[in-house]
Every structure is written in structure tokens, then in C-alpha cells.
């Protein structure tokens, strides 16, 4: 504890008891609050007046607690009284979570808004009734837990990713508790579990095992028989309109077990009584109070009421009374009279009959610093002077704290730095500094303590980001991304090499030669069907052509296809040459070859706040790897917003400054350069290196000195707009030059870009790459390397393409702002911004709006820009000048105005300013009626619509190919080859025909189709349906076995498989098997391999590499067992009548092939 004795704490024995601690100025509040904490037994509930009050008491009170606490937030719904929206599944774990742990709680702070307190919840009972308790050699049915579960309210799924999920597959049972950090992978032997496993719900993959696991209810409501009788039988007495339980009703869909977005505004009819969250607290807790909490519940009645007259008109939803969702006013003060309380207040008590302390506590004189005066430290060194005690200075950052110390660097003060409060404290020094996020200034008089924050030695709030600690418990590869693009879809067009497009119409089992196997079936034009083996399914791909919805579907039994095939080979040829020829001038080219200080290197990674997500590692290590050689790098990071390629990039520029060399970033607008700028100093602030900004908000006297300084070497790090390209920047030693979202560049500065590419190392970051960027990093003219893991507690932003309504926008701004969040309203018209901005703050009075685009002044933009992140405003009405800008973690709703006027890759950009913390974060795409609109503006809302997963940056480049037709990626010329063969198909070829060139061979037609041997045993070759239900999993997993390139692939598959499903069954065995037998054919040159009881056949290509002198031996000395039928046909007869025997029998005959293989002249 610290020696500050700020407070005596008291203990509260009676429920009565009161004390009340005045004149906390400042942040003072914070500190007392968990000195009151420490010094208590029991723990505190802390009861302010908004969810924006409780982040930043929070944040503030992380710095003070020192980890000898817990702190817990009890969080709100995040949804506006009787609301149409559900929350969020993560919210809902945690509150139940909290719930669950309360009245246990020991040496904690919970915060409670004194909204949320209001609320009627679940009475403790039902949680108590409600959990499982699953330990290790446990006996239980499989069959009876499943039941329990869906009577908890979990729902059942193909593939177990968020919190009330679970998945039963054969003697495995994933399940995602709420409340819990990861999902966990139950075994059973018979009726007893085996083992419980956490799993990483992205790669499916299992880790460790643990003893036991609590399963939490997955609604804080239940959804059990009895209490869906209840909830119906309450509901009629209560409503008795005819509307209220017809067709459509909200009545009508709890009758049939299912739970509309809202359902939580009718939680009292699913119990016979409600409770409130007073009923968890701790028999011991103690309450405190910060803020006007009165005046609070008086403001929130009255939006309650509002929202209940509003929304009551809605017969088919009716509401029930305000009375029984909250506590009344004075039932809520009530129930707070009852508990021993502490109220923290800043005013100082006077006259009191109850027992107070008025803390000795003064607030910090004005002691600002005033740049634009001779003296601009006179006040501040007039404070120091004066002031005998401690001084401890507190900043936000690292970067925050280096620019204050050179800001102090004339006081000539004997500073030290420390990490916690008591540290200091503790210490001899008299001047420290630390990093907190405490907000405001205060005096301890009777210590002679004095806290001052970095405000009032600026004059405002420097920043308002929080840090977030990531997880990287990931098992995780991209690979799963690239696999997802080839999934085929029911009615969607499909390529098959040998018959070309069809139409996908799904998996069907058929008996053939007495054994089971499933086939893919497709349709060509006049309803012809063709019937594919899931083992042959590497032969089809999805049709991605010019216009997908018009794909030219090919009869069957025609030349039309091979034709097609046959012209687009000839152009492939071509462009295959064109392609090599660059990538050999790239790999002649020799580049600066970098040397990693490893000591300095991991003192660099090191101070990265965050654990590197695992995706983010990779791409880390391929840049210094890059680096490192001596070919020049071209480098495309592709991440989503948000996802960490600034990270990678100044691992990158670390490693050019410490090797002494110059490092330019290049980025499209002025507002995202200023954000680089004070991160890279943040992240910088422990290194000598120098780090400027070239942009116009940079006087011309200030950038001509930039620009004499970096020609001398003085600047280590440039960042900058396309001014860095001008022909009067001249660098001293430039090593890596930084492109930020390339694609927003014009053509002129892409060619300046070009020329530059050949002399130094170039790293591309973008969020989504243009089709032809992300085509050359698939074919090897550039190195890509992609970041689709999200950040720890990352949420995908919920996305709704609606028609412009007041009502939609409204409720949008103030479950945002109520919340203690902030919105884009982006409005891409400037003649009529001014005008938007003044509907939408006369639509929500809450709303503080600013209005931002392009064509303002300068100086005028950046404040406001300013303002806005340091959350002086709430809602921003804005051009598309945010689309790059600056990150703002508390902004998670943005309406976009008229989306269908924006591109694909705009939207995700612009979608991708918000979501940036853990909250649920929203995106509103306004839109006229559909007749308004064309077509295409239509497919694009459906994609960004549907790619509503994290990571998706990547994915839509893809449908973007799609949308704007493949054919741009390598000129119009290329486009009908495209169109008629599809995309993928296309691309195939053309790395076929890439590699034929490198090994010195001209490709042919025959050679650029040449695919895997067929392989028929006569076996169950399959995966079974009551082993992996979900049909589109199978079809995934057919693709990946008949698509792997070799064993370790197979064997990976394998590993995965008895992971996820359990012990393989002996058909899914057999496929697996078929498909090594495959990967053993092709190499040999086998065609084709056929076995069945009595023996089988095997054709050969004309230019097998087997050994024909070892051909002839087997036929000389095994005459019973061997027959050549023709010139490539052998032909065996022997007993394979066991299905195990036949395989083992072909594989051994494989490997004696492979041992006899043609030797190869050296000549």
C-alpha cells in the first residue's frame, strides 16, 4: 500500500452506515476509491452514472490498484430500451459470467452504471439450477448432456465458433461455455468422458487437457420446456389482441423455440419473479458511490418512458410495462439504503449529518506550458519552485513521455521513471514520471504530493486510445483463407478440366460394384448430368469469370470446350513468358543486403505492447527474412483494418535505421500521415532515431528545413503524402521506402513508384489489395504474405444494407452514444454535408456533431479531426476522407449514406474505421429502393453484406475479381479466355505454363492439363454422413485430400480429422489411402490404376519414368501374376479379395516401381 494516507477508511458494520469523502478534486476520486478498496476486506461495488463514467473510472483505477485488486465492469446490453437489436453472444457470457462469480467475490472493485443496476434479471436460483459441472472420468450420456444443453439454451452448429455453441460429432462434443476464454472438446469412452481439451475455434485444433469445465446457461433467461410454458401462458393473460399471438407475432416464435433479436425486453415472462443484481451482491459488499447516480436514474426513466411510448405501437410486439423490465426510481435508492455506503463526491461537505471526510486535496495552478511566449516553462518551473514535495508527471504513452521529457529537458529536473504509484512514492527522488491513463491533475496538501497529468501541461487531453492485450494462443495457418475461396456453393457455376462449366448441384451417395461412394453431381445445358468421384474432386474448380450469373455452360458431348481450352493454352504461353521475364529481372537484380543487431532487434520487439498474433508473426519474420538477402525486396502485407501490418512495417524500418539507412512512408492522405507520424514516435521513443512528417499542415519554412535534413542524413525516418515522391526530395541513403493502401494512388506517383522498385527494399501494406496487386503476389512477381488472424476479443462488424429511415438513423447514434461511444455519418456530397449534419443533430438532441471533408482549410480540418478523436464530439458527419484516416477505437457505428454509390474495396475500408475494440461495432449501409439502383451497386452490398468475418479483406478482393470481371488483371485481351474458362482454371494454366518455362520445356495443352492418375480399388472410398453431417465440411475436405501435394499434407488432414471428428472410420481410412496411392502414381507416370478381388490394371503414360527392363523382369519371372496388354496396359490377376490386402498389395508394387526408375544421363 502506499504511504500516501490520502484517506482513513472506517469499516461499515451496519447497513446504515454512511461516510461520505469530500473535495476529491481531479482524479483524486480514483485514488481514494481504491485506497477505500485495499483497506476493506470485502468487496466494493462502485456505482456511477453512465458506461462512459465506468471506462474511465475503470482506466483510471488500473493505474491506482496495482494489481492488487480485481477490477470487474458489469457490462450494459449496449442496446436502447425495448430494442429490436439483441446483444451481442460475448456480452451476454460476460455478464452471466459475473453473475455467476458475485456472490463469491473477494478483494474486488465491481463498476455498475447505475442504468445496468436498474435492470430486472434472472433470479440467482436459476443460475444455480442451470450450470453443469463436467469432470474428467465423469459417468454421463452423451445423448442426456446434448439434451441438458439445448434445455441451457446452447445451440447446436457444423462447426462450434461463439460463446453458446456446441457440436456433437460420433464420442466428440465441442462446446463453447459463455464465460469462457476458449471452446472446449469433450471425449467420450462409452458414458464416461474421456478427457476435456480447450481448442482453438479458427484452426478446430485441440491443446492441452484440463480436469473439469462449469457450463454456464447460454441466455440469462431459460428457454427449457416449463419456462416456455410460462412465458406463454403469461404472455396471453397479459396481452389479449388478436395480432399479439397471430402469424408473424413475437409469441408465435417463442411457441416454435425460436429467440427474435430483443427477446431479452420480455425476460420477466420466462420466471415466475424477477430479481435485481442487488440480489448477487455479496452478504459482505460494501457500496460506493461516484457521481450524481440520482439525476442519472431520473435521466434514464425518461428515455425509458420515451422509448415505451414510441415502440408501443407495434401490435405484433407488444410491450411490457417500463415497471416490469426496471426498478423504479425509488426502488433502486431503496434497495442502495440498505447497504453499508461510501460516497465519493469533488464538491467539499460543510453541513452533514452524516459522517464525512473532506480530503485535504488542491487543485494543480495553472501551470501550462505556452509555446508562443519566451518563457514558455515560467509557470510550471514557478510551481516547481515553490512546491517542497513529490512530483510525480503522468503521460499516456512511451512516445507521449519522450516528447515530455524534451519538453522539461531545460528545468534540468533529476527525473526518474517509474512504472506504479508506490514505487515512486517509495522512492527518494523527488520528480518522476509514469504512464497511466489517469485524466486529470491533483494536490495532496498534508503529503505534499502532486499528481500532474501531460492535460494540464497542454491545455487539452493528448489522446484517448486504449491498449489492448492480445492472445496468441493461435493454431492457426492462412492457408484456410486461399482453401475457402475454392468452396463450391448449391446452383453455382463449376469448372470440370475434361467437360468445363456445369452447375454444382451437390453430394449424392451411389452403390457401384457393391461399394458405396459419393460423387459430386453436375448439370450441363440440356439438363445433362455428369456424376464426378469426390476422389477426382481436384478436377473442379469454381467457375470466376466476367459475369458469374450469366456463366457460358457447356453441353456435354460437344468440341466447344476443347476449343476453348486450346485457345486460351496458346495465350497462356504468352503471358506466362511476359510474367517470367519480370520475375527474372527481379531475381538478377542484387539489393542491400541488411545485417540484424539480434540484441537490438529483440529490445525493439520487445517493447510491442501487444502479443503478436500468429499470422502477424509470420509476416514479421518474411520482411526481416526479405531483408536479409540480397535480392531486393517486394513485399505485399494484406491484413484487414486494424489487424497489425503497422507493426510489421516498423519492424521493418527498425531494422533499415539500425543497419544506418533512410526509411520513406508513403501514405494517401494528410490526416493518416499525422497518425503514422505519432505512432512511429510512440514506438521509436526509446531509440536514436529521427522521425519527421512532410504534409501541408508543415509551414513552408519548416519543410524546407525537412527537406535539407533528410538530404543530410539528419532524419532517419520520413513520412509523408505524395509529396515524398517530388523530385526536390532528395535522400541522403534510402533503404525501404513504406507504401500505405498503394491503390490510392494516382497513376502518375505508381510509375514513380515502379522506377523506384528496382534500386531499393519496397513493403506494400493494404487492407484490400486492387485484383491485379493481389494476382501478381499469387503468381510469384511479388512475395505476399497475409494477416487474417484478428486481435484478441476483436468482434466482426455487424453489417445491414437497410433503406434510409429517421428512425433507423436515430436509434443508431444513441445506442452508440449511450454506450459512450462515437459514429461516422458519412455523407460523400459536400454541396449538402452541412445540411445532413443539421438533420442529424436535430434527429438526436444527445448528438455533439462536426462536419469534416476534404475541401475545408487545412488547419480548420485537422482540428476538428483533433477534437473528434479526443472525443469532444460524439458524431462526425464526414466525406470519404476517413477512408484512410486516423484510428479512433472508440468509433464502432458508421451509417454510410448512399452506399450504393461507393465500390466494394471503399465500403470494407470505410466499414473498417470502426470495430476497432472489443465492442460489437455496427455498420448501417443506407440505401434508396432497389429500382434505384443498379445491378452491380447491388452485388456489391450483398458482398460486403455477407463477409461479415473478421480477415475478410482478403476474401473481397476475390468477389471484387468477380464483380469487375477477371479479365483486368492481365488486359482486355486476356478477358475472353477468362470468361470462357474461368478464373480459376485460368490460373492454373498459367503457373502450369510458368513452371514448364523456368524447367526449359515448352507447355503444351496435354501437358498444362496434365492432372493426377485415377485410382480405382473397388473399396468404400468416403466420408460418412453420420460422421461429419455437414455436407459443405465434406465437400471442404474432399477438396483439400484430393488436392494435397503430398503425404505430409495427407497426414496433416489425418491429424485434423481424429481431432475434430474422431477415430476415422474405415471407409475415410480408404479415402485417404486412395489418395496416396494417387500422389505415388502421378510421379511414375500411371495414368490410370484399376484393382478389384481378381487383380487389376495399370496404364502407363508413353514417357513413364518406370524402368522398362524392370517391366520385362516382372513379366518373365511372375507370368502368373503379370500380362502386358498392349504397349502402356499391365495387367495383374492374383486374390486382393480383402480390401486391406488390395491396398497394401498396390502400394508395396508402387514403391518396387519407384525403386527402378529410368537413370537419368548426366550429359
Known sequence: MTDLALLSVPALKKKSDR????????????????????????????????????????????????????????????????????????????????????????????????????????????????????????????????????????????????????????????IYPMGSDTPYRIDFFDDEVDSIRPFDSESQRSLKAISEINLLPAHEFATDKDAIKRFKVQFTHKFTSPLSIGKDSIFEQISQHNLPAGIEYYLPLFFTDTASLFDYFPSDARLAIAGDINQACSDFWKTISARYQEKSVDLFRPLLPPEELYLRHEQCFELINQWPR????????????????????????????????????????????????????????????????????????PLGEFSTLTSFVNSKKQFGITISQVENSFILTDTQFAFVTENELLGHKVTQRRRRKENND??????????????????????????????????????????????????????????????????????????????????????????????????????????????????????????????????????????????????????ISD????????????????????????????????????????????????????????????WPVRIEVLSRFKTAKQQKLILEEVNQGKIDILIGTHKLLSSNVQFSDLGLLIIDEE????????????????????????????????????????????????????????????????????????????????????????????????????????????VAHGQMNEHQLEKIMADFYHQRQNV????????TGIDIPSANTIIINRADHLGLAQLHQLRGRVGRSHHQAYAYLLTPKPKLMTKDAQKRLQAIEALDTLGAGFTLATHDLEIRGAGELLGDEQSGQIASIGYNLYMEMLNQAIEALKNGQEPTLEHLLASQAEVELRIPALIPTDYMPDVNLRLSLYKRIASSKNKLALREIQVELIDRFGLLPA?????????????????????????????????????????????????????????????????????????????????????????????????
Open 342 to 413: 461510501y460516497d465519493f463526491r469533488p464538491q467539499p461537505f460543510e453541513h452533514s449529518k452524516i459522517a464525512r471526510q473532506n480530503c485535504l486535496i488542491e487543485q494543480i495552478p495553472d501551470i501550462q506550458i505556452e509555446h508562443n511566449k519566451n518563457a514558455p516553462l515560467q509557470k510550471l518551473q514557478h510551481f516547481i519552485t515553490n512546491f517542497t514535495g513529490k512530483v510525480l508527471f503522468s503521460v499516456e504513452s512511451a512516445g507521449r513521455k519522450e516528447s515530455l521529457l524534451e519538453l522539461l529537458a531545460p528545468l534540468k529536473l
Open 876 to 883: 462526425l458527419v464526414c466525406s470519404t476522407i476517413i477512408e
Open 1067 to 1163: 471407409s475415410t481410412k480408404n479415402l485417404i489411402q486412395v489418395a496416396t496411392i494417387k500422389q505415388q502414381c502421378t510421379p511414375l507416370g500411371i495414368k490410370r490404376l484399376e484393382a478389384h478381388a481378381n487383380g487389376g490394371n495399370i496404364l502407363f503414360t508413353e514417357n513413364t519414368p518406370v524402368d522398362p527392363m524392370f517391366l520385362v523382369s516382372l513379366l518373365q519371372t511372375q507370368a502368373n501374376t503379370f500380362k502386358l496388354e498392349g504397349p502402356t496396359k499391365l495387367k495383374f490377376i492374383c486374390d486382393l479379395s480383402d480390401s486391406r490386402q488390395r491396398i497394401n498389395w498396390i502400394m508395396q508394387l508402387l514403391h518396387s516401381f519407384e525403386s527402378h526408375l529410368i537413370k537419368k544421363s548426366k550429359g
Open 627 to 686: 531483408m536479409c538477402s540480397s535480392q531486393p525486396m517486394d513485399r505485399l502485407v494484406c491484413g484487414d483494418v486494424g489487424f497489425g501490418k503497422t507493426e510489421v512495417a516498423m519492424r521493418a524500418a527498425f531494422v533499415a535505421t539500425d543497419n544506418v539507412r533512410q526509411v520513406a512512408l508513403l501514405v494517401p492522405t494528410t490526416l493518416l500521415a499525422q497518425q503514422h507520424y505519432e505512432n512511429f514516435k510512440d514506438r521509436f521513443a526509446n
Open 743 to 850: 491503390h490510392r494512388f494516382g497513376v502518375r506517383q505508381k510509375e514513380k513508384i515502379k522506377a523506384l522498385r528496382a534500386q531499393i527494399d519496397i513493403l506494400t501494406l493494404t487492407a484490400t489489395p486492387i485484383p491485379r496487386t493481389l494476382n501478381m503476389s499469387m503468381n510469384g512477381m511479388r512475395d505476399l504474405s497475409i494477416i487474417a488472424t484478428p486481435p484478441a476479443k476483436r468482434l466482426a462488424v455487424k453489417t445491414f444494407v437497410v433503406q434510409k429511415k429517421d428512425q433507423i438513423i436515430s436509434d443508431a447514434i444513441t445506442r452508440e452514444i449511450m454506450r459512450g461511444g462515437q459514429v461516422y455519418f458519412l455523407h460523400n456530397n459536400v454541396a449538402t454535408i452541412e445540411k445532413a449534419a443539421q438533420e442529424i443533430q436535430q434527429l438526436t438532441p444527445l448528438a455533439k456533431v462536426a
Open 474 to 623: 493461435e493454431n492457426y495457418s492462412t492457408d484456410h483463407i486461399v482453401r475457402n475461396l475454392a468452396e463450391i456453393k448449391i446452383g453455382q457455376p463449376v469448372v470440370h478440366i475434361d467437360y468445363g462449366v456445369g452447375k454444382y448441384l451437390g453430394l449424392e451417395t451411389i452403390e457401384t460394384a457393391g461399394h458405396l461412394t459419393e460423387f459430386v453431381k453436375l448439370e450441363y445445358l440440356r439438363g445433362d448430368k455428369l456424376y464426378v468421384p469426390v476422389s477426382s474432386l481436384h478436377l473442379i474448380s469454381r467457375y470466376s469469370g466476367h459475369d458469374v450469373e450469366n456463366a457460358p455452360f457447356n453441353k456435354l458431348g460437344t468440341e466447344t470446350w476443347q476449343k476453348a481450352k486450346k485457345q486460351a493454352a496458346e495465350k497462356v504461353r504468352d503471358v506466362a513468358a511476359e510474367l517470367l521475364e519480370v520475375y527474372a529481372q527481379r531475381a538478377a537484380k542484387v539489393g542491400h543486403q541488411y545485417q540484424l543487431n539480434k540484441t537490438h532487434y529483440a529490445l525493439f520487439s520487445n517493447d510491442f505492447p501487444f502479443e503478436e498474433t500468429h499470422d502477424q508473426a509470420l509476416a514479421i519474420k518474411a520482411v
Open 19 to 174: 461516510l461520505i469523502f469530500g473535495n476529491l478534486l481531479g482524479s483524486s476520486q480514483a485514488l481514494a476509491i481504491s485506497e477505500c478498496a485495499k483497506q476493506q476486506a470485502s468487496p466494493l461495488i462502485l456505482i456511477v452514472n453512465d458506461t462512459p463514467s465506468a471506462l474511465k473510472l475503470r482506466q483510471e483505477l488500473e493505474f491506482f490498484v496495482e494489481d492488487k485488486l480485481e477490477l470487474i465492469t458489469f457490462p450494459d446490453w449496449e442496446t436502447l430500451p425495448y430494442d429490436n437489436f439483441s446483444p451481442h453472444q460475448d456480452i451476454i457470457s460476460n455478464r452471466i459470467e459475473t453473475l455467476y462469480k458475485l456472490p463469491n467475490l473477494k478483494n474486488a472493485i465491481l463498476i455498475v452504471p447505475i442504468s445496468t443496476l436498474l435492470l430486472r434479471i434472472a433470479p440467482p436460483s436459476y443460475l444455480k439450477q442451470h450450470t453443469l459441472i463436467i469432470k474428467n472420468k465423469q459417468k454421463i450420456e452423451l445423448q442426456a448432456l446434448r439434451a441438458d444443453l439445448e434445455e441451457a439454451g446452447y445451440y447446436a452448429v457444423e462447426q462450434v465458433m461463439e460463446h453458446g455453441e456446441f457440436c456433437a460429432r460420433g464420442s466428440l462434443l465441442d
